[in-house]
């Protein structure tokens, strides 16, 4: 069963850019031959991480998104562990997140469309403003009753 995933994973600052995509295209190649499709390599750069890795401070970050088998991802995070060029790595699984934002989405947009049509189709009549209100309200005699309430009796 194929399945989406998210590969992140830190290079050492200190390898050339050159390097870094040699080994990129090394696993590209990898996930390829496993039956794998990558779907999109996004090369972040050079940022600084949360606490120090391995005597680093920096490192470049670099995610693949893929659809594979389970066998591909364990083949992968083999290769990442055993690569003298990588300081950390993590896989996602995200085929559900996505399948559960989809949801969301659907329901989100069928309430939409039954909000648009249990809208009224005139505008509600227009309620006077407070200005209007106070200029139409009788005027309050000074010592006498105050014009809305019940008169006593």
């Given amino acids: 069963m194929t399945r989406i995933y998210e590969e992140l994973f830190i290079v050492k600052p200190d390898a050339s850019d050159e390097e870094v995509d040699a080994f990129v295209e090394t696993l590209r190649t990898q996930l390829t031959a496993a039956g794998a499709t990558v779907d999109k390599i996004d090369k972040w750069g050079k940022r600084r991480l949360a606490y120090r890795v391995d005597k680093y401070r920096e490192g470049t970050y670099v995610l693949f998104q893929f659809t594979s088998e389970p066998t591909g ?42 909000r648009a049509a249990n809208a009224p189709a005139s505008p509600a009549p227009a309620q006077p403003s407070l200005a209007q209100q106070m200029t139409e309200a009788p005027a309050a005699v000074p010592g006498g009753p105050m014009p809305g309430l019940p008169k006593e009796g």
């Fill in 73 to 114: 991802v364990k083949e992968l995070e083999r290769r990442l562990r055993v690569s003298d060029i990588v300081l950390k790595f993590l896989t996602v699984r995200i085929d559900e997140t996505l399948k559960r934002l989809d949801k969301r989405k659907k329901d989100r947009d069928k309430r939409a469309a039954k």
